[in-house]
């Protein structure tokens, strides 16, 4: 199969949903039922819409040690998290289990400052209970809908230039191996660095200790019309004026739409005056203004705890219809504002087909598999219209375009980079395939994404 048709199947694909809910099945040569609530046979989707799974069965443990019997007793499986990812990288040719109901926070060590936590929860469902505790997490991603597993394991991140992504929250992982043993993993052992941005390829995790501090307040400050110009002139200033900053176009005018600051309320804040020739919001705003803004944060100033402002939308709100399809590239923060002119450059390619792209930065980390490896980066993140045969062509532009720069994808998204090309920029690549084999000898974590991306075979 060619590269470029391999990554995400056609959405236009139709399927029938077979619901076996409450139904029982006696196997004929087995001691035991199987509970047909657990293992759900019926065409599922992935949250956009644009995927259908190819696992035969969905399992869906309620404790950690029914994890383990599961993956002990299966031949293939993989996790499947909150399904935010737009291709096959959380797909099984068998079987996927899902982490949805390992949804507890189990502790908090006010001593060391970290939480321990399953790792099914979801951000939005963790991050009241830490408030209400008087505690916080550094950063959120957009969207407080993602399993805290899933984000990390795809090195997913929120924005700003002193942040690091969500995995860099992570002092220790329990990871539930291809025999349904716990290995234990933390910043003091090397392997601890391959494993967390895992990609699922050593296995599944159990449970999850990250860093907490204090509770702390933000403010959201929305700008409109930033001159290009200065952002050219002064992008480390401008991405660097609040504790997480994005900014939001579609790279066909000589302004950029919208400049979201997030401040920390418990520092000194900045005096944003005219803002590089950007004028301030009048009202709150949807990213693409021409949406209605009652599924986003607050704004205008107004203060509010934490995980109600660093995220884009709220917990309680769907963030959209999800009839989107997402892509995501980065590049090292020093080329961000070439970067930027070079994809202004192909403009006509890229909007017959966007909805809206953000501009964010996040600083380096040492996870082998992530992007922002032992480099400060920023991402250009593109929300499509779902007409993947359009999108892929133009990915291709895109990938081609930032190739200078040396463009790595979000593991989760969509791109069409070669696997070759992945190899030579992912430094570590090699000993993340070489891990791989350590934690999963006989590939019962492997799978399609897995074998073309990463092993190559």
């Known amino acids: 199969m060619k590269r470029r048709n391999f990554i995400v199947m056609s959405p236009a694909i139709t399927v029938g949903v077979i619901s076996l809910l409450n139904c029982k099945q006696k196997k ?20 956009a819409g644009n995927y259908s799974y190819k696992a035969k069965t969905l399992r869906t443990p309620n404790t950690v040690e029914e994890l383990q019997d599961l993956i002990k007793e299966s031949v293939k499986q993989k996790a499947l998290g909150s399904k935010h990812c737009f291709n096959n990288i959380a797909d099984s040719p068998t079987e996927q289990i899902s982490t949805k109901n390992l949804n507890r926070l189990i502790s908090i060590d006010e001593d060391a400052k970290t939480v321990t936590i399953e790792s099914g929860i979801r951000y939005g469902e963790l991050a009241p209970q830490l408030q209400e505790k008087g505690y916080a997490l550094h950063n959120l991603a957009s969207l407080p809908h993602i399993s805290v597993a899933g984000a990390c394991a795809t090195a997913t991140h929120g924005s700003g230039v002193t942040n690091g992504n969500l995995p860099s929250a992570v002092t ?19 392997d601890f660095y391959g494993a967390v941005v895992g990609l699922g390829a050593l296995g599944i995790i159990a449970r999850m200790t990250l860093d907490i501090e204090k509770t702390y307040n933000v403010r ?11 952002l050219q002139e002064h992008f480390d200033e401008i991405m660097s004026s609040g504790y997480s900053v994005s900014l939001f176009t579609d790279y066909q005018n000589d302004t950029v739409s919208q400049v979201w600051v997030k401040s920390r309320t418990d520092r000194k804040l900045k005096d944003f005056g005219s803002f590089y020739g950007a ?15 009652e599924n986003c944060t607050d704004q ?5 705890p934490w995980y109600e402002r660093l995220p884009h939308f709220k917990m309680g709100f769907t963030p959209s219809s999800g009839k989107e399809l997402q892509s995501e590239y980065f590049v090292a923060k020093e ?16 909007f017959p087909q966007l909805m809206i792209s953000e501009v964010r930065s ?25 007409n993947w045969p359009q ?67």
């Not at 959201?220 to 200065?230: G, I, K, S, T, Y």
């Not at 004028?279 to 803004?293: E, G, N």
């Not at 205008?300 to 509010?304: D, N, P, Q």
């Not at 080329?335 to 890229?350: H, P, Q, R, S, T």
């Open 335 to 350: 080329n961000a504002a070439e970067a930027y002119m070079a994809l202004v450059g192909i403009k006509d390619v890229i």
């Open 300 to 304: 205008m100033g107004v203060e509010g």
């Open 391 to 457: 999108v892929r062509k133009i990915l291709g532009r895109i990938e081609e375009t930032l190739s200078p720069f040396g463009v790595l994808p979000h593991w989760g998204k969509m791109f069409t980079l070669e696997p070759a090309t992945l190899y030579s920029r992912h430094k570590k690549m090699d000993d993340f395939v070489l891990l791989a084999k350590k934690y999963d000898p006989k590939g019962k974590f492997r799978n399609s994404f897995l074998d073309l991306n990463v092993y190559r075979t």
């Open 279 to 293: 004028s301030a919001a009048t009202k709150k705003l949807h990213p693409i203004t021409a949406m209605p803004a």
């Open 220 to 230: 959201q400050d929305l700008f409109q019309n930033l001159p290009v110009a200065e």
């Open 362 to 386: 996040i600083a380096a980390d040492d996870y082998w598999m992530s992007p922002c490896y032992k480099r400060d980066c920023v991402t250009f993140h593109f929300t499509w219209k779902q």
């Open 172 to 190: 220790t992982i329990e990871l539930v191996t291809a025999d349904g043993q716990i290995v234990e993993l933390n910043r003091e052992q090397p």
């Open 28 to 47: 004929t040569s087995s001691k035991t039922d199987i509970d047909m609530d657990k293992v759900v046979a019926e065409a599922r989707k992935n949250w």
